[in-house]
């Protein structure tokens, strides 16, 4: 019995050993693994708090917003050559101001230069038509209106929006009496300005003023505001007469017209032009096509009809 | 002395030239001989007596200078400005 009893205590004692072992490499077992698990979720955030710091800096390397300063404050208008001029002609003013454009700009200003001297004229419409005319068909039309938009930031083209489509330019070319003169648009502008930005006066100035209009004339009334606003194509305003709107109107037709020629593509306008000229011939006869005058109101009608623009007594009654 | 043969030439001479017609000046002078030389014909002969040859010209000459102007560049809508 005393036997058995000394087996089984010392049975029992290597059993608690080795559990004991069991426990305590278990234990380590587990420790090592949160270790792991607490290194791993370290790294993730440190990466992650890394990625969060470098997207910023990459923002800012993508896109440096560019600051440009114009290089003339000098007021832009419409001009016309009286006569073409027989050599491209740059005055030196007008170089040195071009030579303080970065290249693309600096190209494009002069070609522009180039077109306007050989059109006689410094405005018209900027898009497709105008960038082949420049030699440009192969450059993109949004890096071409890019460009354009940086010229604008110079103040050496003056954009305006006519619709969605359409957007006018008119580019800064120094006024010269003897080769050019100023368009009725620009004169109506000047004055415009004039009247916005009156010169300031001298307190004797106005006393004399005040004494002349006392003794002499009645007082002018003011002028309304609408003769005020520059004139833009296609805009009516309720004083017109009607020669005046149908003269708008006739503006609003032709950028109607310009603007389905974009919408249906060329080739089809052309189509659209055939099938004109076809119909005019049948209905008011051959004589009519050699008249420019009596071709160009046909023509006109045939459009209104074909791209649905509306009647001059509608859009009168939509404008005014 | 005007006579079939003459007017026939003069009309198809004008179909011929108009292939190398390239400007709307060009097209104006032709339009301009196209209708001479229709009255012409109509002060040459009265309507019954007009030669089926030279009628049948006459139409195919007019329906050149139709397409043509058609082909030729319409005129330029973007001059609104001037």
Known sequence: MGLLKGIATAVLEKTKDEVKEYLAKFLEDEKKRENKLEEKEEVATVESTEEVEEEPVLEEEVEPEEEIIPITDEDIERLTYKLKPDRIMISYDLADLALALPLEEFALYIKMVIYSQDQKKNYGYLGNALKKKLGLSDMDIEEFNVLSDRLQAYGLLEIETVSDNQRTYILYMPFDEELMKRTNASKVKQQNTQRRNPQPRSDQNRKKDNRGRQESKPRQEPIPQQRQQEEIPGQATADMKDEDLYKSYRTFVHLEIDRAKMRVGRSNFDKIYMEAVKYIDKKYGFKVLSDSEKFKEHLNNYYISAFDIIGFDEWKKRKV | ?82
């Open chain 2, 1 to 82: 002395m005007l006579n079939t043969r003459i007017l026939l030439k003069s009309i198809n001479d004008i179909e011929i030239k108009l292939m190398f017609c390239k400007t709307a000046f060009e097209w104006n002078l032709f339009a301009e001989k196209y209708e001479q030389i229709s009255e012409k014909i109509k002060d040459f002969y009265s309507e019954e007596d007009l030669p089926e040859e030279i009628e049948s010209a006459m139409s195919r000459t007019r329906d050149a200078l139709v397409i043509k102007k058609g082909e030729l560049p319409p005129s330029n809508y973007s001059e609104i400005f001037k």
